[in-house]
C-alpha cells in the first residue's frame, strides 16, 4: 500500500484509541459501541472504588477484631459457590451470544438469573442466621460492617438481576430472532465483576486478624 | 437563556421544554449548570459576608441582622450555631457546588464537545441526568437552613464525633443528615458527568483530533474527572457509614465519649477513619478544581499572548503526575491527628513533591507569557492575576506540607488564608477568565470590558488584602471557625485585623456586583459577537458560530490538522491558524477530508 503523504508535520502523532483519521494504514471506523464499552468500564470503576473505601474502613478496623467475637455462617461458602457458577453460566451465556445462538444464551441467561436469585436468598438467610444468634447492626463494629458490606454487594447484585433480567425479556419479546451480543457482554462483565466483590469481601470477612 | 432562542430555532424544532429545561443539548445543559452554580456562588458570598461581619463586629448587635435572621440572629447578635451553619454551608457549597460543577459541569460540559468536533456528549441523557441530580442537590442543601435545629454546623469536613451525635451541637441534628444526602446527590451528578467526559473525550473526537492535539483546556476536565472518579465514590462509602452511625445506632465512627456531661457509649468506631475518607477525596478536590482551571488559563494565555503555549507535551505530563500524586497526599490533613511520624513524612515529601508538576506548568505558562504581544484583556488580567494566586499560595503551602511546621500552624488562620487564596481565589479567576474569555461563544454578546477591568482590579486587590493578613494572624495564633474574637483575652491584639479584613473582604464581595451587573447586562444589552472568532484563537469551538448552533457543526463536523496553539507562525499572513485549517498544498473535497 502507498504511504499517505505527510501533512503539515513530517511526523505523524501515533494514533491513540482508535486514531487520528489519518494514519498510514486504512483503519476500520471506531466502532459505535465503544462509547458504552468505555462507559461501562468507567461506571465499574466507580463502584469498585465505592467497595475499596467500604474496604479501607473494614481493614483499618481489623486489628481489634479479635475483640469482638463474629462467627459467619456456613452458608456463606455455599452462596460463594453458587455465584461462582453463576459466573460461568453468565460466561457460557456470552460465548453462546457471539456466536450467534440466540436460545441457547437465553437458556444461560436463565441459569444465571436464577443463581443470582439463589445467592441473594442465601445471602437473606445468612442475615437470619446471624440474627438468630443475636448479632444485629448495632452489636458491634464487625456485625455492623458484615451487614454494611454484604448490603451493599447485595445492592449493586439487584442491579445485575435487573439488567440481565432485561436483556433477556428483550431477548424473549424479540423471540431469539435479534440479539445484541454487545448487551449481553457489558452485562456480563458488570455480573463478573460482582462475583469477584465478593470474593474480595468474603476473603476480608474471612479475616481473623491483620 | 431565551436570548440565543432564535438562533437555535431554525435549526431543530421541538417544544420549549425539551428545549431549554429537559434538553439534551450539551450546550443547554452547560448554560443551566452556569447560571446555578453562580446562583450557589451568589449565596456562598453571602455567607462570607455574615461571616466577616461576625468577625469584624460582632459584638455590637444590629437591628438589621435582626430583622434578617429572627432565628438565627435574635437580639441581632449571630449565634454561635447559626455561625458554625454558616461557615460550614459557605464552605461546601462553594467548594462543591460552585467551583467543583462550574469548571467540569459548566464549562467542561460546554467545552468539550465543542473543542474535539463532537456533535454532543456521549451519553446526552445521562448529561442530563446529571443536571437534575445536581441541582436536587443544591436544593436541598439549602433546605437544610428550614429545618430544626438549622442547617450542618460540623464544618465542611463534617468530622465525626461532632456530626454523628445529634446532641453535639444544633446543628448535627436534621441539618447533618441532610448535609449528607446533599452530597451523596451531588457525589452520584459528578460521577455521571465525569463518566461522560472522559468517554466523550476518548471516543468522539473529529477526524484528525489526536489526543496531542486536544486544547488544555479539554485534557484539565478529563483529568479532573479521572480524579473524581477514583476519588468521588470513596467519600460515598464514607458518607453512608455516617448516615448509618447517625441513624441506625451503628459505630463507625464514633468512640466512647463523653459529650454535654453525658457518656455516649459504642462499640469499637475509630473517628480517624472519616478523616481519612473524607481527605482521600477532599484533598484530590483541590486538584479537580485546579487541573481544569490550569486547562482554562493554558487556552486564554496562549490565545492573548499570540504565542505557542511553551512545553505543550510538558504539561500534559504535568497533569498526569498531579492527577496520580494528588490522590496519595491526603494524610498531610492530618499532621495533628496522631498519625505515625514516619507516614507523616511520606505524606510531607509527597505533598511538596507535587509542587513540581504544579511549578512546571506555572513557568510553561510564564515561558508562554514571555516575549509575547501580551493583550491585556479581560480574560487574560484574570489569567495572569490566577497565576500570581498561586504563585502566593503555593509558598503559604510549602509551611502547611512540611509536617513539623504544620503541627504548629494547624487549625489557624493561616490555614484559612492559605486555602482561599491557592485554591478559593485562584479557582475563582479562573472561573472568571473563562466566563469573560467564552461568554460570546455562549451567548453571543460580548461583556463590558471597562466594567470588566474595575471588576479584575477591586478583585485582585480585595483577595490579597483579605487574605493575606490571615497568614499573619494564624501565625499569631488566631484560630479559625472560631465564633469571634472578641469574647477572648488572648485574641484581643486580633480585634483590630479581622476587623480591617472584614473591609476589605466586604468591599471584595461588594466588586463582585459589578460582575453580576455586568454579566446579565452583556446577556441582554451587550455588544453582538457577530464574527465568531473574537479573540482570533485557534481551538475548534471559535470555528463555528456564536452561539453555536444545534449539534455543534453545520452538515460537515471539522475536520483537524494541526494542534491547538499555531500562533504567530512566519509562513501565515494571519498570527493564528485554526485548527481546521487545510495545510496549503492539501485538496479539500467536498467533506473536507483529502
Known amino acids: 500500500m502507498a504511504s499517505v503523504k505527510p501533512l503539515s508535520k513530517p511526523r505523524e502523532p501515533i494514533?491513540?484509541?482508535?486514531?487520528?483519521?489519518?494514519?498510514?494504514?486504512?483503519?476500520?471506523?471506531?466502532?459505535?459501541?465503544?462509547?458504552?464499552?468505555?462507559?461501562?468500564?468507567?461506571?465499574?470503576?466507580?463502584?469498585?472504588?465505592?467497595?475499596?473505601?467500604?474496604?479501607?474502613?473494614?481493614?483499618?478496623?481489623?486489628?481489634?477484631?479479635?475483640?469482638?467475637?463474629?462467627?459467619?455462617?456456613?452458608?456463606?461458602?455455599?452462596?460463594?459457590?453458587?455465584?461462582?457458577?453463576?459466573?460461568?453460566?453468565?460466561?457460557?451465556?456470552?460465548r453462546q451470544a457471539r456466536q450467534g445462538r440466540a436460545l441457547s444464551t437465553m437458556q444461560g441467561l436463565g441459569l444465571t438469573l436464577a443463581l443470582g436469585v439463589l445467592f441473594l436468598a442465601g445471602q437473606v438467610y445468612a442475615w437470619q442466621q446471624l440474627r438468630d444468634a443475636g448479632l444485629h447492626l448495632q452489636t458491634h463494629v464487625f456485625s455492623s460492617f458484615f451487614y454494611v458490606l454484604t448490603a451493599t454487594h447485595g445492592v449493586h447484585l439487584i442491579v445485575g438481576v435487573g439488567i440481565l433480567f432485561g436483556v433477556w425479556a428483550v431477548a424473549l419479546l424479540r423471540q431469539g430472532t435479534t440479539l445484541n451480543p454487545l448487551a449481553v457482554e457489558l452485562s456480563a462483565f458488570y455480573w463478573h465483576f460482582l462475583t469477584l466483590v465478593w470474593l474480595w469481601l468474603f476473603l476480608l470477612l474471612n479475616l481473623k486478624a491483620i | 437563556m431565551a436570548v440565543h432562542a432564535e438562533h437555535l430555532a431554525h435549526a431543530h424544532s421541538e417544544s420549549w421544554i425539551r428545549k431549554y429545561v429537559f434538553s439534551t443539548d450539551h450546550k443547554v445543559i452547560a448554560t443551566q449548570y452556569i447560571f446555578t452554580a453562580y446562583f450557589m456562588a451568589l449565596l456562598g458570598g453571602l455567607l462570607a459576608a455574615l461571616i466577616r461581619y461576625q468577625l469584624g463586629w460582632g459584638d455590637q448587635a444590629s437591628p438589621l441582622l435582626e430583622r434578617l435572621f429572627p432565628f438565627g440572629a435574635q437580639g441581632g447578635v449571630i449565634k454561635p450555631e447559626f455561625y458554625l451553619a454558616i461557615i460550614t454551608i459557605h464552605g461546601t457549597i462553594l467548594v462543591f457546588h460552585f467551583q467543583t460543577m462550574m469548571l467540569t459541569g459548566g464549562f467542561g460540559n460546554y467545552l468539550i464537545p465543542l473543542q474535539i468536533g463532537a456533535r454532543d456528549m456521549a451519553f446526552p441523557v445521562l448529561n442530563m441526568l446529571s443536571y437534575w441530580v445536581f441541582l436536587a442537590s443544591c436544593v436541598v442543601m439549602l433546605l437544610s437552613f428550614l429545618v430544626e435545629g438549622g442547617a450542618a454546623a460540623a464544618g465542611w469536613t463534617v468530622y465525626p464525633p461532632l456530626s454523628v451525635h445529634a446532641a453535639a451541637v444544633a446543628g448535627s441534628g436534621l441539618g447533618q443528615t441532610i448535609w449528607l444526602l446533599s452530597m451523596a446527590l451531588l457525589i452520584v451528578a459528578t460521577l455521571m458527568g465525569g463518566l461522560n467526559y472522559i468517554v466523550t473525550t476518548l471516543n468522539l473526537r473529529t477526524k484528525g483530533m489526536s489526543l496531542m492535539r486536544l486544547p488544555l483546556s479539554t485534557w484539565g476536565v478529563f483529568f479532573a474527572s479521572v480524579i473524581g472518579l477514583v476519588t468521588f465514590p470513596v467519600l460515598l462509602a464514607g458518607a453512608i457509614l455516617l448516615l448509618l452511625d447517625r441513624h441506625l445506632g451503628t459505630s463507625f465512627y464514633m468512640p466512647t465519649v463523653y459529650i454535654g456531661g453525658q457518656l455516649v457509649?459504642?462499640?469499637?468506631?475509630?473517628?480517624?477513619?472519616?478523616?481519612?475518607?473524607f481527605w482521600y477525596l477532599g484533598h484530590p478536590e483541590v486538584y479537580i478544581l485546579a487541573i481544569p482551571a490550569l486547562g482554562f488559563i493554558g487556552d486564554i494565555i496562549a490565545t492573548f499572548s499570540r504565542k505557542p503555549i511553551f512545553g505543550y507535551r510538558l504539561i500534559i505530563i504535568s497533569f498526569v503526575v498531579m492527577t496520580i500524586l494528588s490522590c496519595i497526599v491526603w494524610g498531610h490533613h492530618m499532621f495533628t491527628s496522631g498519625l505515625n511520624p514516619y507516614i507523616a513524612m511520606v505524606f510531607s515529601l509527597l505533598t511538596i513533591l507535587i509542587s513540581v508538576p504544579f511549578g512546571t506548568i506555572i513557568l510553561c505558562y510564564?515561558?508562554?507569557?514571555?516575549?509575547?504581544?501580551?493583550?491585556?484583556?479581560?480574560?487574560?488580567?484574570?489569567?495572569?492575576?490566577?497565576?500570581?494566586?498561586v504563585v502566593t499560595g503555593g509558598l503559604g503551602g510549602l509551611f502547611l506540607g512540611t509536617a513539623s511546621t504544620d503541627l504548629y500552624l494547624h487549625d489557624t488562620a493561616f490555614v484559612v488564608g492559605h486555602f482561599h487564596v491557592i485554591m478559593a481565589s485562584s479557582v475563582l479567576f479562573a472561573i472568571f477568565a473563562a466566563t469573560y474569555y467564552w461568554f460570546p461563544k455562549i451567548f453571543g454578546r460580548f461583556m463590558s470590558e471597562s466594567l470588566g477591568k474595575w471588576h479584575f482590579w477591586l478583585?485582585?486587590?480585595?483577595?490579597?488584602?483579605?487574605?493575606?493578613?490571615?497568614?499573619?494572624?494564624?501565625?499569631?495564633?488566631?484560630?479559625?471557625?472560631?465564633?469571634?474574637?472578641?469574647?477572648?483575652?488572648?485574641?484581643?491584639?486580633?480585634?483590630?485585623?479581622?476587623?480591617?479584613?472584614?473591609?476589605?473582604?466586604?468591599?471584595?464581595?461588594?466588586?463582585?456586583?459589578?460582575?453580576?451587573?455586568?454579566?446579565?447586562?452583556?446577556?441582554?444589552?451587550g455588544r453582538r459577537a457577530t464574527d465568531p472568532n473574537p479573540w482570533r484563537a485557534n481551538t475548534l469551538e471559535w470555528q463555528t458560530s456564536s452561539p453555536p448552533p444545534h449539534l455543534n457543526w453545520g452538515e460537515e463536523q471539522p475536520v483537524v490538522y494541526r494542534g491547538p496553539y499555531e500562533f504567530?507562525?512566519?509562513?501565515?499572513?494571519?498570527?493564528?491558524?485554526?485548527?481546521?485549517?487545510?495545510?496549503?498544498?492539501?485538496?479539500?473535497?467536498?467533506?473536507?477530508?483529502?
Request: charged share 10%.
Open chain 2, 568 to 594: 504567530s507562525r512566519p509562513d501565515t499572513a494571519e498570527d493564528y491558524l485554526p485548527q481546521n485549517t487545510p495545510p496549503v498544498g492539501v485538496e479539500v473535497s467536498g467533506n473536507g477530508v483529502r
Open chain 2, 265 to 277: 457509649e459504642t462499640r469499637g468506631g475509630n473517628p480517624l477513619l472519616w478523616q481519612h475518607l
Open chain 2, 366 to 389: 510564564a515561558a508562554t507569557l514571555w516575549k509575547g504581544k501580551i493583550q491585556f484583556t479581560t480574560p487574560m488580567l484574570f489569567a495572569i492575576g490566577f497565576l500570581s494566586l
Open chain 1, 15 to 94: 494514533p491513540p484509541f482508535g486514531g487520528d483519521g489519518f494514519s498510514r494504514r486504512e483503519q476500520p471506523a471506531p466502532a459505535p459501541s465503544t462509547p458504552a464499552r468505555w462507559g461501562v468500564w468507567l461506571a465499574i470503576f466507580a463502584v469498585a472504588m465505592l467497595f475499596a473505601g467500604l474496604s479501607s474502613a473494614y481493614l483499618v478496623h481489623l486489628p481489634q477484631r479479635s475483640r469482638f467475637p463474629l462467627e459467619l455462617p456456613s452458608i456463606l461458602w455455599a452462596n460463594t459457590l453458587v455465584l461462582i457458577l453463576s459466573s460461568f453460566s453468565c460466561q457460557w451465556a456470552l
Open chain 2, 459 to 525: 478583585t485582585f486587590i480585595g483577595v490579597y488584602a483579605t487574605f493575606v493578613p490571615m497568614h499573619v494572624m494564624g501565625l499569631g495564633g488566631m484560630m479559625r471557625r472560631i465564633y469571634s474574637p472578641h469574647a477572648y483575652q488572648y485574641l484581643q491584639q486580633w480585634v483590630p485585623w479581622e476587623r480591617v479584613i472584614s473591609i476589605f473582604g466586604l468591599i471584595l464581595i461588594g466588586a463582585q456586583l459589578l460582575f453580576v451587573v455586568n454579566f446579565f447586562w452583556s446577556l441582554f444589552k
